[in-house]
């Protein structure tokens, strides 16, 4: 017969679970509120997820660094406050782009909303652990809840990309159950930092499992972090998925899945006798510039973004590659101004949607839709092109900072080559990017009129898109807080 | 006043963002009467400028990013301040001579921003804000040339900006090494440039980051074989596009070369001479002959335009006084005569939506005034004595004649060449008979055409016959640079070729 194990609630540490469950226990809310009263608005959900994400962000920064929970699986460092923030901060301001003024039947379902809630808490669960299963239990929640979300866009394109994600989605966790199974294999261990300590003890003497595993690893997250040539659905499923949700996907599943490629791999780059540096090196600089290169022949500026934040994607991975402490600030600071230059791209887009295809048969946002942007709408043609310049890094807009900071990780790093392959893609990118800005402020207007590009407008919308202008703009100003506060936490869970 | 600068750099945009409230029919006159208070500001910064004190003046100082050592840096020495007048200075006088009328409010919030951009380049001292106005200085030129430009605007447009942007890049991971490296021997981040010059680094750093800022800089001036760009901006753009690209964006170039890599790489610099020189020979001669083979009229200039930077870069690797003071002195004349030239060719297009030489003849019957202008301004490229050119061509020369005579011999066939495109072009639009009917009736220079080319002859003559007020100042700073690389050198052949005082006069 088993002993009977006797936990206390201490050693439980609960507190630990707190922001998850604050996101669970909202999300059930909302179901049960629509169990009691059917036909809410959606302007009651939007606002109650808004502020259950505010309660859970509260929650979050209330933690204290460095401490373990619930029977350890759970780990509250630097890296698992930081990302949380990044995710709920965006989540924050992903939800209000439902108040659309056209009306788009996802968001009559409150399921939406607690679907999205749960798969925050997914993402929260994903990076606050450095367990294997739990990583995994959370990478399934929040992407089976994502796949729900896309479909619920309700239109052919959706359900393809929907199944398309998630047929992709469901390779990738094979590839990643395979993956920890090895490392369990080899060290009888699911917490990372144990595999880390015994596979350093024997010094790796079982070389060639280990770097299968690592492949396999390398392929699930390639398949999270849309890395070249595991980056294959992005652009279908961003078409199909609304413009806002695209945006959202372009930043928030990202970033969950950097924090996990940080904590396994990053004791294998230091530990140096595995190739794990030079798979990732080759893999980063295929990433980058592959789908740059494929992005200068996109026709629809949607397509083009998702092969833009493919590249961005490949971009920050270098500086998980490279693994100093500045880099993997730089990566978080990037990722951080990446979120709202890409997200205001995105709800750009969104804010012009159009239920009819009236410019292409196939493509909702061709190039051809925003020409002569600058004569028609001139305010949101200015936007835009901050936010088109900003990706392409010119300063003095947010992402040449997040780009310097990457840039300089690596020179001080001895990778001056990877240094020049970023600035060379950069280049690169600036085609694409321009090529937008050419077709808004050089070409003359298609025959419509002003009103078709704002047609999905509303204050809301407005305020979100004005906010991140400002923050694209004014970057400089929040660099320096901003790093201090990153540095600070980065340090403070040893990467 | 303190803050000079900073209101000389800003003022631009400021106004620039309230011009969307000026109505369209008033924005003529709000673009002129900013640019001519910001001119007057200028002056003003010229006139309380000591010009005895080699060292940068007016100097603001504000941490921007202290973790990392980026901050708001900004001075001005005698080197720089000439060119930040001519930049407010061109501005003012290309919007006097506008001639567009299509989206005119666009066209002057652009301009104005486009100024702030210039200043802000040649008196940033922290490279990182040097780096953010040369890029910014790439967005309104952007739409400038492609939204107001002739058939092939886009191309030329997107050619302009992704040349200079990717040059620009490796640039800027220069600085990254730089700023790693100064990290490295003093334990703080600093990107102030002034701080960087202190930096003695081994030769093999000192020419890889050379090669690194060179490609971004020699894009811009642009060096054979990176000039293919400049044809196509000068060709497509509008007037006022060519004139500010050719007076003010092209010395971004060869302003930073002066301060940045000479000061900063003194023996790479020294080692690097000869190849630089023989790239800019081969600007000077095989663009001068291009110029001739051109038969549209913009061409011509166009291409004598890049064939004299040639003999700027080449004045500036000449590494003694006389080759810098005289290559900054150049490109203040490259801006006032190559500006007018250009403005002289937009005169004529306007009137004729034409720039081929063949379509003219016989003009200075018809437009006498028109033809007398242009006459002083052909000389003026050509070189002629007691016109602003022959200073700076000739001092130049001079400086590099310490270096390479037969260089320089070569070099000097760039007066010649010119002679013989400049004057062919006068000769085939100007003189002779009037063979097309069109031409019999146009109408010479109006007022504010008048104005503007008139005010570019005055100064030409000026600094030809005068150059003194603008050359001391020039002078001053340019010998304490040179003295301090000469200190900085490590290598023998650098002390040897960075002569601070060439020749000692007998008195002394």
Known sequence: MLEPISVSMESLNLGTLAPMLVAIVGALGILVIDLIKKDLDKTLYVMLSVLILFVDLGVVLGQTVGQRGFFDVMLIDGLAILSQIIILAASMLFIPLALTSKRFHEYSYPEFFALFLFMVAGFQFMVASDNLILIFVGLETASLALYTLIALHNREKSFEAAVKYFVMGALAAGFYAMGAMIFYALTGSVELYKIAEVLAADNFANMTILLVGVVFMIASLGFKLSMVPFHTWTPD?????????????????????????????????????VWVRDILYAAVVITMTLANIIALVQKDVKRMLAFSSISHAGFVMAAIMIGTTQANSALFLYWILFLFTNLGAFAMLWVSRHKASIWHERFDHPYEKFSGMIKIMPVGAVVMALFMLSLAGVPPFSLFWGKLYIMSAAVNSDYIVLALIMAINSAISAYYYLKLIVYMFLKDPAENDGTVYMKNASKPLQTIIGFSVVLTVFAVLAVNPMMEFITSYVQASGF | MDHILSVLVFFPAIAGLLGFVVSKESIRAYGISVAAIEFLLSLWLWFSFDGNYPGMQFVEMLPLIPAFGISYYLGVDGISLFIVVLSTFITLIGLIALSIEKDIKNMIISLLFLEMTMVGVFVSLDAILFYV??????????????AWGGELRIYAAIKFFLYTFAGSLIMLVGMLVMAYLYHQATGVWSFAITEWHRLILPMNYQIWLFIAFFIGLAIKVPMFPFHTWLPYAHGQAPTIGSVILAAVLLKMGTYGLVRLPLPMFPDASVYMIYPVAVLSLIMIIYTAMVAYAQKDMKQVVAYSSISHMGVIVLGTFAMNPEGIAGSVFFMLSHGVVSGALFMLVGVIYDRRHTKLMSEFGGLAKVMPHYATIMGIMVMASVGLPLTMSFVGEFLSLAGFYQISHTMTILAGTSIILGAVYMLSLYKKSFFG???????KNLKDLDGKESMALWTLVLITVWLGVYPKPVLEPINTSVESLVSFMHKKAITKEAREVIKPTVIKREAE
């Open chain 1, 237 to 273: 499923v961003y078409e199909g998925a609304s413009a806002a949700l695209a945006g959202y996907m372009s930043v928030v599943p990202k970033i969950a899945g950097f924090v996990v490629a940080m904590r396994v791999f990053e004791f294998l780059i230091h530990s140096d006798v």
């Open chain 2, 133 to 146: 106005f040369w890029e910014l200085s790439l967005v309104p030129m952007l739409y400038i040339i492609g």
């Open chain 2, 433 to 439: 008979e009037v063979v097309h009917e069109k031409n």
